[in-house]
């Protein structure tokens, strides 16, 4: 229903096995890492895409969480980003039970 219906959005999770912190942790989707260590000289750039609004969405399958929510607890946890690494854990949990 919302991916058929919103239009205005930065990225949408559906589903009960989608997360944020699968997207922000790199392993789904988008991420927003800015540019870091001088990366900025050369991505900033104003190009065509600057004038384009892409909605992106990731709709993660049961079968992918094992992988996906591992590693976002180990990531997660080195960053110190209990509430990302929560999610994952919960969603290894459901799997599980």
């Known amino acids: 229903w919302y991916h058929d219906r ?3 959005y930065g990225s949408l ?3 009960h096995w989608s997360t944020v912190a699968y997207s922000d942790k790199g392993m789904a989707g988008t991420n927003h ?3 870091t260590a001088g990366g900025a000289k050369h991505s900033a750039g104003l190009s065509v895409s600057r004038y ?3 909605l992106t969405y ?3 399958t049961r079968e992918a969480t094992p992988l996906l929510a591992e590693a ?3 990531i997660s946890a080195s960053e110190g980003m209990a509430a990302h ?3 994952a854990t919960i969603r290894l949990r ?3 039970g």
């Open 52 to 54: 384009l609004k892409p």
């Open 72 to 74: 976002v607890e180990v």
């Open 33 to 35: 890492t800015l540019p």
């Open 6 to 8: 919103l239009r205005n």
């Open 94 to 96: 459901t799997y599980a």
């Open 85 to 87: 690494e929560a999610t």
């Open 58 to 60: 990731q709709r993660i």
């Open 13 to 15: 999770f559906l589903g």
